[in-house]
T-cell receptor, first 114, second 112 residues
Framework: DTAVSQTPKYLVTQMGNDKSIKCEQNLGHDTMYWYKQDSKKFLKIMFS???????INETVPNRFSPKSPDKAHLNLHINSLELGDSAVYFC?????????????FGQGTRLTVV | GQNIDQPTEMTATEGAIVQINCTYQ??????LFWYQQHAGEAPTFLSY????GLEEKGRFSSFLSRSKGYSYLLLKELQMKDSASYLC?????????????FGTGTRLKVLA
């Protein structure tokens, strides 16, 4: 059983296009995240949702719009794609609090903008 | 602000022991996590410390000193499959909610 799954795994698109990445978790977690990992492998938080409510927006350009239809899903829509958006995007989920509450990651979506 | 530092690369020999250090600065510390990430894959959880001291899990151990803002991950009896990036992450509550802030990762190469 996949805990956090995201689709697609690979995405190649042209500059200026609009694309979406979907994420679903079956762990019953209340909190979900989007992270961006650049070519230097630095994993940077973009957004966090708790129970469908946006709680963290790390000064991401407004071309990026997350949407959480329910607490098990967090999708990421990107408008007017730019070359600098090329990266691996990871979805993650965790319990909002508690002793462990480690984040579980999806397999990543490698976005290449050409 | 929040800052996490760890060495960029380390090399060790199969069967040896390696220690990967991590220092952090945050005003809302709520736990330190270590993750392993193989090339092209997702980060996977290795260990968690919230109190000072050593947590042992098989070949892997993690240590935390909150007063020093310092942690290390100790890998014993290194195997070739341990070649990966190791990410130190702090769970931070400065913004009033939980978020995981990652260091840049330490790429470990295990040589035969």
């Amino acid at each position: 059983d996949t805990a956090v799954s995201q689709t697609p795994k690979y995405l190649v698109t042209q500059m200026g296009n609009d694309k979406s990445i979907k994420c679903e978790q079956n762990l019953g977690h209340d909190t979900m995240y989007w992270y961006k990992q650049d070519s230097k492998k630095f994993l940077k938080i973009m957004f966090s949702y708790n129970n469908k409510e946006l709680i963290i927006n790390e000064t991401v350009p407004n071309r990026f719009s997350p949407k959480s239809p329910d607490k098990a899903h967090l999708n990421l829509h990107i408008n007017s794609l730019e070359l600098g958006d090329s990266a691996v995007y990871f979805c993650a989920s965790s319990r909002p609090q508690g002793a462990q509450a480690e984040a579980f990651f999806g397999q990543g979506t490698r976005l290449t903008v050409v | 602000g929040q800052n996490i530092d760890q060495p960029t690369e380390m090399t060790a020999t199969e069967g040896a022991i390696v220690q990967i250090n991590c220092t952090y600065q945050t005003s809302g510390f709520n736990g330190l996590f270590w993750y392993q990430q193989h090339a092209g894959e997702a980060p996977t959880f290795l260990s968690y410390n919230v109190l000072d001291g050593l947590e042992e899990k098989g070949r892997f151990s993690s240590f935390l000193s909150r007063s020093k803002g310092y942690s290390y991950l100790l890998l014993k009896e290194l195997q070739m499959k341990d070649s990966a990036s190791y990410l130190c992450a702090v769970r931070d509550t400065t913004s009033g909610t939980y978020k995981y802030i990652f260091g840049t990762g330490t790429r470990l190469k295990v040589l035969a």
